[in-house]
C-alpha cells in the first residue's frame, strides 16, 4: 500500500519561511517524480512544484518561483518544499503527489495559513 504523509504546515506570518516533508511508502520512491500541489479556499488545485526521479529537473508555478525550493532525498523517500517569503495568497492546503506512468498517488495534505 502507497502512502504520503506530509508535514510541516502552520501557521506563520508573511515574510516567514516554513518547509514541508512529505514521506513516501510502499513504492520505488526514485522512480516516481514528485510534486506539491494547493488548493486554496475556493480556487481550484494549482501545481506549485516538480522535481523528476533525482532531481535533475525542477518546475515552479510563477507564483513561487524565486520564493519556493522543492528537493528530494531518494535515500530517505521524502520530498521537500522550502518556501521562503511566504505570502498571505499562499494560504492554501498543501498535497504532495507521486506520479509514474499510470500511477498516481496523493497525501492528505497539510494546512498551511500566512497571516499579513
Known amino acids: 500500500q502507497v502512502t504520503l504523509v506530509e508535514s510541516g504546515g502552520g501557521l506563520v506570518q508573511a515574510g516567514e519561511s516554513l518547509r514541508l516533508s512529505c514521506a513516501a511508502s510502499?513504492?520505488?520512491?526514485?522512480?516516481?517524480?514528485m510534486s506539491w500541489y494547493r488548493r486554496a479556499p475556493g480556487k481550484e488545485r494549482e501545481l506549485v512544484a516538480h522535481?523528476?526521479?533525482?532531481?535533475?529537473?525542477?518546475n515552479y508555478a510563477d507564483s513561487v518561483k524565486g520564493r519556493f525550493t522543492i528537493s528530494r532525498d531518494n535515500a530517505k523517500n521524502t520530498v521537500y518544499l522550502q518556501m521562503n517569503s511566504l505570502k498571505p495568497e499562499d494560504t492554501a492546503v498543501y498535497f504532495c503527489?507521486?506520479?509514474?506512468?499510470?500511477?498516481?498517488?496523493w497525501g492528505q495534505g497539510t494546512q498551511v495559513t500566512v497571516s499579513s
Open positions: 503527489n507521486s506520479r509514474r506512468a499510470n500511477y498516481d498517488y
Open positions: 510502499g513504492l520505488t520512491f526514485s522512480t516516481y517524480a
Open positions: 522535481i523528476s526521479t533525482y532531481g535533475s529537473t525542477t
